[in-house]
Structures are given as C-alpha cells and as structure tokens.
C-alpha cells in the first residue's frame, strides 16, 4: 500500500518506519523537520503524563517502553538510555498502574523524601536524547526506503497515496478545524551539570523535572495551556530554577548552558482513530500532549494495524 504520512515529529516518523517494516511503500510530507519540531524539545523521557484516556495510554505506554528498552540495548547510536529517577508527591496517591511494566519500581523510604513531599517512587525509564534520537529515527526511515518532502499540507484529500496518517501535532487545530487541541507551552533549560538520577514532581500544577542526558542534564518546566508564546521567559526560567533547586539543592547556576520551549500537542484525549475523506482511509494520530515520545511506538503499532485492516 502507499501510505503517506503528514507530519515529521517523533509519531509522523515512528509510524513510518513501522509502515515500511510491514512492507508498505511510505512518504513523509512535512513543513517541519527536525530540528524544528515540538518532538525535538521534549525533554524527554518515558513516563505516561499530561495525557488520556488512561486505558489505551497504558497499553501505547507499555508497548513504547519495551521497545526503547531494546534501542538502549541494541542500538546505542539511538540515543536512548535507560536511567532512574525519583517522582516525589504531596499525598499518598495509588501506585501507578504501569509500575508492574518496567524494569523498576519501588516506593521510596521516607529518608528519601525531601521536604514538603510525603510520598514518592523510584522508576527505571528510557531517557531519549531527542538531538540523537530525531536524526537516528529519520535514518532509519531512510535506510528502509521511505522518501521525505517537504510541504505545507492544507487540505488532507490533496494528500497522493492509497492511504493517509495524519501526524500533524498541534498542526491539526488549523488542518483539521479541531479545537480540542490547543498548546500546553513548556519551556526548559539546559545544564551542564549531571544530578545522577533524575528527580520529578510530575503534576501540572508544580511540575519539576531534572533529566540527566549524556550531554546536558534537561531542567523543567511548565505547563502553560492555551499560551502559544515561543519566547524564552526570565521568570519561568527563574520558576524553573526555584523549583529544581527545592529537590536538588546542589544545582549549579553558573552551569546554564542554554534554553528551549517547545508548544506540547495537548487534547482531552490522544485522536488515533480511521475515518474516511473523499473516499480514501486516513488515521490520524495526533495529541499526545506530554506523552508523545512515551506513546510513539505503541501508537505506531495501532496505527499499522488499522492500515492492515483497511
Ligand atoms: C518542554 C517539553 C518537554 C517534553 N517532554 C516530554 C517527555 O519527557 N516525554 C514525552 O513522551 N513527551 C514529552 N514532550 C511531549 C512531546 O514533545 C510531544 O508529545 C511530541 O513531540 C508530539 O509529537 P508529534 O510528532 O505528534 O508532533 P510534532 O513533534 O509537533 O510534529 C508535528 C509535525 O507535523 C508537521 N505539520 C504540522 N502541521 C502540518 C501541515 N499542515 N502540513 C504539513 N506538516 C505539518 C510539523 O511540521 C511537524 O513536523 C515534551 C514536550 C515539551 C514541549
């Protein structure tokens, strides 16, 4: 089948090397490619957050980190690494469902606990250095025979090809009239400094995360709904630093390499569904929110399956 996949983030590349695993012939339209997309400023580790519905994310979830498991065993030039980190919480909540999924869990001794948190877990997780992983993806793309163009999309039957993935990201409020999606504006900083496990307090209200990369360790961040704004902001940045430092209280400010912000594709739910236009297949498979990465490859397989069935 010739599948066209819009959109050239980590979903719009993942399903196309999926697609060309399954022997399908496979082009990718896009106005952006890496470096210049959302997908290279995630942070970016595995870790299901600020997405729904709960149910299909665990299982895109689970699916995802087996296979991020395999690249940090098998193929290093991906960039992805296996690290721990600790998530800190203000109450005792219910352990998450995924805890039995992945490599390591355990809830955390109070001894452990920094202050103003009550409870807290430590977790195993793939770190993805997106600077290596966005660029080894589209290899791979490449290699197996898939093709690139670059084009602004407006019209989603204008698309060539027996069938059509939708990967547009935020792109889908003006491609599809969506509404749903809307910006979850997140800005991070880059540090040359290396906190040796990760630490996060994960919920949208306080988020804080320190995501050690070989080369910088990734500090965040913020979740600004409906802020379209890609400007790099003194006070977030200030925000960020006053959080980070209340979990590691030996950050180094002199070792502020650099800034980011990326606009997360936020929606009540993830739209992974086929439905038909002008009378050929499209799947979209956009609005991940904090989650794209986490649920790549576990979309990706869905989406393969629904080319199958088509
Ligand atoms: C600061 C920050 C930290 C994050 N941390 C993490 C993390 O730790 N873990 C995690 O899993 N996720 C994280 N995320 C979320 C993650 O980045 C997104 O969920 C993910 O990148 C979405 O990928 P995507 O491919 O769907 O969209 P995008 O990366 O936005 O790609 C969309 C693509 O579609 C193209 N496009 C759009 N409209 C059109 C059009 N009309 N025509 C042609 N092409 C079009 C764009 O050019 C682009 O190539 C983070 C995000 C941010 C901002």
């Known amino acids: 089948m010739r599948c066209t996949v819009v959109g050239a983030g980590v979903s719009g590349l993942s399903c196309a090397a999926r697609l060309l ?10 106005d952006r490619f890496s470096p210049d997309t959302v997908s290279d400023v995630a942070a970016a580790i595995w870790y299901p957050f600020l ?20 690249l940090a065993r098998e193929a290093p030039d991906s960039g992805v690494v296996m690290r721990d980190g600790r998530e800190y919480l203000r109450e005792v909540v219910e352990l998450p469902s995924w ?12 001894v452990e606990i920094p202050q103003g948190y009550v409870f807290g877990w430590e977790f195993r997780a793939p770190v ?25 999309v407006s019209d989603l039957s204008e698309v060539p090809g027996d069938i059509v993935i939708n990967c547009v990201g935020l792109g889908a409020r003006e491609l599809c009239g969506d509404e749903e999606i809307r ?25 804080t995360y320190t995501i050690p990369r070989s080369d910088v360790t990734v500090l965040g ?3 600004q709904i409906g802020d379209w704004g890609l400007d790099i902001r003194a006070e977030d940045t200030e925000a960020i630093l006053q959080k980070v430092e209340a979990l590691w209280p030996d950050l180094d400010r002199s070792k502020i390499v650099g800034s980011a912000v990326g606009l997360r594709p936020s929606r009540t739910e993830v739209r992974l569904v086929a439905e038909t236009i002008s009378g050929r297949p499209v799947i979209h498979n956009y609005g991940h929110g ?21």
Do not use: N
């Not at 997405?51 to 395999?70: C, D, G, H, Q």
């Open 21 to 30: 695993e399954e022997g399908h012939e496979v082009e990718v339209v896009s």
């Open 51 to 70: 997405t729904a519905p709960a149910k299909r994310v665990e299982a895109w979830a689970t699916v995802t980190y087996s296979e991020l498991e395999r």
């Open 99 to 110: 805890k039995d999924d992945i490599a390591l869990f355990r809830v955390l001794e109070a």
């Open 128 to 152: 993805i250095e997106m600077h290596r992983y966005m660029p080894w993806l589209r290899s791979k793309v490449e290699s197996m025979g898939g093709s690139f163009r670059q084009a602004f």
């Open 183 to 207: 910006p979850s504006r997140g800005q991070v900083i880059l540090l040359d400094q290396d906190p040796g496990i990760g630490h996060f307090d994960q919920q949208p209200e306080s988020l």
């Open 221 to 223: 961040g913020t979740s």
């Open 290 to 310: 904090g989650a794209g990465v986490t649920l790549s490859w576990g979309c990706a397989d869905e989406v393969a399956r629904l080319v199958a069935q088509s």
